[in-house]
């Protein structure tokens, strides 16, 4: 009795929430024989009285228990698959704005049908997020069967798909896609010139799946679509030639950095020169004739010079092939470092792309000019209704909420969990730690026990396949050179004596059954046959112990290293997992250093033999926290700068919207024309009147041409009067004068055609300066950190400077604007 009573005491919060749905859970089970008495035809029905009822006042929470119900009874009939009580749970909080954690192998997909459901009933789209195309092609074809046998449409969201084809699969009640591809078409969509050209409707509902890697991992790259601008790409193969010369400082000397030419801050991936290096790179660039005498690094005409020597030495000391990059087709790929996955098409920017490909001996493409960017954070904070599934959210639910405001919530699984997850076993050197893995793998292949190896580069997985070779094991690979065989190799790593060597986070989104995946292999003909043998299978593995999981290395997140254990134990599976580490992995280095490798030799750790202690395994868990908190620090900091450029970006794609729905620009044209004169009046000091008059004739004579006949009598008449008449009556004459100017010149073309010709030129001025304002807030933003040098807040000038250059770049577009439209002469 006391026991219960303090249970209802201390109950914690996602207790309470669960409890509170499990009433909802039990009133669609009570429903669940009268649905089952329906026919087919009277269950697709349903779809049309929910959209009627909505239309006539009811909301999504009213329906949800009918519209579940009808789900998991169209599920039955469809897939032969009925809804656990954990999954109506899950859909219950995906609905209410969360993040559901459920465990690998729980069924987040079938999950992800039921709110899917209820939100596309108001017409108004669902966007299912995947973390790639070929899940999202598999889970659009496998769930399409469910929503079309109950009235509703399915798209899918491709790369390279034709506008008309994307706009197509916008329409459809659910959309299936990629975030990447979600993110690019709204940018896209706010760069056409005609607003029919638009292929994503007004953005409703998103429910993101694995949508830890998407928001948290992905979150530190934003999208960018980007054309090529000037540059000097050939200086790349010149400079690169000094980088030989230049010393690597190891450590501080007194807290000084004096023994080399550069250091390096790898956590962060920075260079810095240090006095010594600054002076030496000067002369050598002088012998080279790169610099003239007496030039500096500083000077303005050669920054650029400084930001490619950087970026060089980035290249050749930061960035390492088969690690955060490889090389495909003699293109430069970038290999995702959380997932392990290449990132086809995606450039590194600041010119560390072309570095690398000076480094790799590689044709140097141009440098890219930002034409419009965003972050997934943005974005996805874009849609009025978000939510998100995962197995591991909940070391991370702070972020969540802070940053997107989304609580998350743990579901319990449907079976109970016995996976085994053994002590971390610590060695010395990484050459022991490899060779205790391999004799691990050894073990396990011999009793027949599938393997799972999970490594955090492609170096470290090619390492053990060469080893294994040698002993004769046979296994498969799976890294970012084999991404599209991914799932394959994936799917079968269940199966008796199946070794799969995979980087961590690569084939997620797949289930590994016991015995291996037979769905490729069953027809009508041999589904009896084809499910007895798989049977037998998936006894003889779980005998053998199930699914063995071994981590390399542990990942600076705990949310990662959970993913990988993650991948055994579904489903009450048996199964085990083992990470081994070595003092010379970068995680250990956080907290131990040579004279720790020192005190353990001296303790007598002999030369194989590991460390495996409960205080080893705490102190690891610290040093990932303090990394965690780190790199949220680094995400928050990105997106407190990032809120700032995107509340402009919402100003600038509004006015952009309002000008291609626009019947009728003539009345916003008038109104600029005078907000441009009042300023050109007003923007020195009204007392001094030499700058006013010298301003004013300036100004005025680029917006009256010389062709307007009474352009010198009027300027010194505007002069003359200046001192004496009324601003506001020498501006409203003006405005006059420009107005009957324009219309003169543009009699002859027909109104519609003019005011097509108006807003070609007013979306060219506004896309043209808007892609400027971006690269000069980049600008601002690499260098406001050397503000705090003069005890300045950086963030706090960003803000007043961002403030400055977007409000100076709205009155530049109204002048060039109307000085634009000036110029206009139309030839009979």
Same mark, same amino acid.
């Given at each position: 009795?006391?026991i219960?009573?303090?249970k &209802?005491?201390f109950?914690?919060?996602?207790?309470?929430?669960?409890?509170?749905?499990?009433?909802?859970?039990?009133?669609?089970?009570s429903m669940?024989?009268?649905?089952?008495?329906?026919?087919?035809?009277q269950l697709?029905?349903k779809t049309y009285?929910? &959209?009627?009822?909505?239309?006539?006042?009811? @909301?999504l929470?009213?329906?949800?228990?009918?519209?579940?119900a +009808?789900?998991?009874?169209?599920?039955?009939?469809?897939?032969?698959?009925?809804?656990?009580?954990?999954q109506?749970?899950?859909?219950?909080?995906l609905?209410?704005?969360c993040?559901?954690?459920?465990?690998?192998?729980?069924?987040k997909?079938?999950?992800?049908?039921l709110p899917?459901?209820?939100?596309?009933?108001?017409?108004?789209?669902?966007?299912?997020?995947?973390? @790639?195309? %070929?899940?999202?092609?598999?889970?659009a074809?496998?769930?399409k069967?469910?929503?079309n046998?109950?009235n509703?449409?399915?798209?899918?969201?491709?790369?390279n798909?034709?506008?008309?084809e994307? /706009?197509?699969s916008?329409?459809?009640?659910?959309?299936?896609?990629t975030?990447?591809?979600y993110?690019f078409? %709204?940018?896209?969509?706010?760069?056409?010139?005609?607003?029919?050209?638009?292929?994503q409707r007004?953005?409703n509902?998103?429910?993101?799946?694995?949508?830890?890697?998407?928001?948290i991992?992905?979150?530190?790259?934003?999208?960018i679509?980007?054309g090529?601008?000037?540059n000097?790409?050939?200086?790349?193969?010149k400079?690169?030639?000094?980088?030989?010369y230049?010393?690597?400082?190891?450590?501080?000397e007194n807290?000084?950095?004096?023994?080399?030419?550069f250091?390096?801050?790898?956590?962060n991936?920075?260079?810095?020169?240090?006095e010594k290096?600054?002076?030496?790179?000067?002369?050598?660039?002088?012998?080279?004739n790169i610099?003239?005498k007496?030039? +500096?690094?500083?000077? @303005?005409?050669?920054?650029?010079?400084?930001?490619?020597?950087?970026?060089l030495?980035?290249? %050749?000391y930061?960035?390492?092939?088969?690690?955060d990059?490889?090389?495909?087709?003699?293109?430069?790929?970038i290999?995702?470092?959380?997932?392990? /996955?290449?990132?086809?098409g995606r450039?590194?920017s600041?010119?560390?792309?072309q570095?690398?490909?000076?480094?790799?001996?590689?044709?140097?493409? *141009?440098?890219?000019?930002t034409?419009?960017?965003?972050?997934?954070?943005?974005?996805?904070?874009?849609?009025?209704?978000l939510?998100?599934?995962?197995g591991?959210?909940?070391?991370?639910?702070?972020e969540?909420s802070?940053?997107?405001d989304?609580?998350?919530?743990?579901?319990p699984?449907n079976?109970?969990?016995?996976?085994?997850?053994?002590?971390?076993?610590?060695?010395?050197?990484?050459k022991? &730690?490899?060779?205790?893995?391999?004799q691990?793998?050894k073990?396990? %292949?011999?009793?027949?026990?599938?393997?799972?190896v999970?490594?955090i580069?492609i170096?470290?997985?090619?390492?053990?396949?060469?080893?294994?070779k040698?002993?004769g094991?046979?296994?498969?690979v799976?890294?970012?050179?084999?991404h599209?065989?991914?799932?394959?190799?994936i799917?079968?790593?269940g199966?008796?004596?199946?070794?799969?060597?995979?980087?961590?986070?690569?084939?997620r989104?797949t289930?590994i059954?016991?015995?291996g995946?037979?769905?490729s292999?069953?027809n009508?003909?041999?589904?009896?046959?084809i499910?007895?043998?798989?049977?037998?299978?998936?006894?003889?593995?779980l005998?053998?112990?199930?699914?063995?999981?071994i981590g390399?290395?542990r990942?600076e997140?705990r949310?990662?290293?959970?993913?990988l254990r993650?991948?055994?134990?579904r489903?009450?599976?048996v199964?085990?997992s083992?990470?081994?580490?070595?003092?010379?992995?970068?995680?250990?280095?956080?907290f131990s250093?040579s004279?720790?490798?020192?005190?353990?030799?001296?303790?007598?750790?002999?030369?194989?033999?590991?460390?495996?202690?409960?205080w080893?395994?705490?102190?690891i868990?610290?040093?990932?926290?303090?990394?965690?908190?780190r790199n949220?620090e680094?995400r928050?900091?990105?997106?407190?700068?990032?809120d700032?450029?995107?509340?402009?970006?919402?100003i600038?794609?509004?006015?952009? *919207?309002n000008?291609?729905i626009?019947?009728?620009?003539?009345?916003?044209?008038?109104?600029?024309?005078?907000?441009?004169?009042?300023?050109?009046?007003?923007k020195? *000091?009204?007392?001094?009147?030499r700058?006013?008059?010298?301003?004013i004739?300036n100004?005025i004579?680029?917006?009256?041409?010389?062709?307007?006949?009474?352009?010198?009598?009027?300027?010194k008449?505007?002069v003359?009067k200046?001192?004496?008449?009324?601003?506001?009556?020498?501006? @409203?004459n003006?405005?006059n004068q420009?107005?009957?100017n324009?219309?003169?010149?543009t009699f002859?073309?027909?109104?519609?055609?003019?005011?097509l010709?108006?807003?070609?030129?007013?979306?060219?001025i506004l896309?043209?300066l808007?892609?400027d304002?971006?690269?000069?807030?980049?600008?601002?933003?690499?260098?406001i950190?050397?503000r705090?040098?003069?005890? &300045?807040d950086?963030?706090?000038?960003?803000?007043?400077d961002?403030?400055?250059?977007?409000?100076?770049m709205?009155?530049?577009l109204?002048y060039?604007?109307i000085v634009?439209l000036?110029?206009?002469n139309?030839?009979?």
């Open positions: 009795m006391v219960k009573f303090l &209802k005491i109950i914690n919060n996602n207790d309470k929430l669960l409890n509170k749905m499990m009433k909802t859970v039990n009133v669609i089970n669940e024989s009268n649905f089952e008495k329906l026919s087919n035809n697709k029905l009285d929910f &959209k009627k009822r909505i239309k006539n006042g009811e @909301n929470d009213d329906l949800l228990p009918e519209a579940f +009808t789900v998991r009874e169209a599920s039955k009939r469809i897939f032969n698959m009925r809804h656990f009580d954990v109506l749970l899950g859909g219950i909080v609905n209410n704005k993040i559901a954690e459920m465990r690998t192998g729980e069924g997909t079938l999950t992800s049908t899917a459901y209820l939100n596309s009933l108001t017409n108004k789209g669902v966007h299912i997020v995947t973390m @790639n195309n %070929y899940l999202a092609k598999r889970d074809k496998k769930n069967l469910l929503f046998f109950l509703l449409t399915v798209g899918v969201n491709l790369p798909m034709s506008a008309q994307k /706009r197509k916008y329409l459809a009640d659910i959309t299936y896609g975030n990447n591809e993110g078409d %709204y940018l896209r969509d706010n760069m056409v010139s005609s607003f029919k050209d638009k292929v007004k953005l509902y998103a429910l993101i799946d694995e949508v830890d890697s998407i928001l991992d992905e979150a530190r790259t934003p999208l679509i980007s090529e601008s000037e000097n790409k050939n200086l790349y193969t400079i690169k030639k000094i980088i030989p230049l010393i690597l400082q190891h450590e501080k807290n000084i950095y004096n023994s080399g030419h250091y390096l801050d790898r956590k991936k920075q260079v810095y020169l240090t290096g600054l002076i030496a790179i000067e002369k050598i660039l002088i012998l080279k610099l003239k007496k030039e +500096t690094l500083y000077s @303005n005409k050669n920054i650029s010079i400084m930001h490619q020597i950087i970026s030495i980035k290249a %050749y930061l960035f390492h092939k088969n690690v990059y490889i090389i495909e087709n003699n293109n430069i790929v290999v995702d470092e959380h997932t392990g /996955r290449i990132m086809p450039r590194w600041d010119g560390l792309h570095a690398i490909e000076s480094k790799e001996n590689l044709f140097i493409k *141009d440098e890219h000019q034409h419009a960017s965003i972050t997934f954070q943005n974005y996805f904070r874009l849609y009025p209704k939510s998100g599934m995962t591991t959210a909940h070391t991370e639910s702070f969540f802070y940053i997107y989304l609580e998350t919530i743990i579901i699984t079976a109970k969990m016995i996976r085994k997850d053994f002590s971390d076993l610590v060695y010395i050197t990484e022991e &730690k490899i060779y205790a893995i391999v691990d793998i073990k396990c %292949y011999l009793r027949s026990q599938p393997v799972l999970g490594t580069s170096e470290k997985s090619e390492m053990i396949s060469h080893l294994l040698k002993i094991i046979p296994h498969n799976l890294n970012a050179k084999l599209a065989k991914e799932a394959k190799i799917a079968q790593a199966k008796q004596k199946s070794i799969t060597i995979a980087t961590n986070m690569a084939g989104g289930d059954m016991l015995g995946n037979i769905e292999k069953i009508k003909n041999n589904i009896s046959k499910k007895k043998i798989w049977e037998q299978e998936n006894k003889k593995v005998f053998s112990g199930g699914l063995h999981v390399t290395e990942h997140s949310r990662i290293d959970n993913q993650g991948r055994s134990g489903q009450g599976d199964g085990s083992r990470f081994y580490l070595s003092m010379e992995d970068n995680l250990m280095k956080i250093s004279k720790t490798v020192d005190l353990l030799r001296k303790l007598g750790v002999k030369y194989g033999e590991p460390i495996e202690h409960p080893v395994n705490k102190a868990s610290n040093a990932q926290k303090k990394v965690e908190t949220f680094i928050k900091q990105l997106l407190e700068y990032d700032i450029i995107n509340e402009q970006r919402k600038i794609y509004k006015q952009r *919207d000008l291609l626009s019947k009728n620009i003539s009345k916003n044209i008038i109104k600029m024309r005078k907000e441009v004169i009042s300023y050109i009046f007003y020195y *000091d009204i007392f001094d009147v700058k006013i008059k010298e301003n004739k100004n004579k680029k917006i009256l041409l010389k062709k307007f006949n009474m352009q010198k009598k009027y300027i008449y505007i003359k200046f001192s004496t008449s009324s601003n506001e009556k020498i501006i @409203n003006i405005v420009l107005k009957k324009y219309e003169k010149r002859l073309i027909k109104k519609n055609k003019k005011i010709l108006e807003k070609k030129i007013m979306l060219q896309d043209k808007w892609q304002h971006i690269n000069e807030m980049d600008y601002l933003r690499q260098g950190h050397f705090g040098y003069a005890q &300045k950086p963030k706090q000038e960003y803000k007043i961002s403030f400055n250059i977007f409000s100076n709205l009155n530049n109204k060039e604007i634009c000036s110029k206009i139309v030839i009979k």
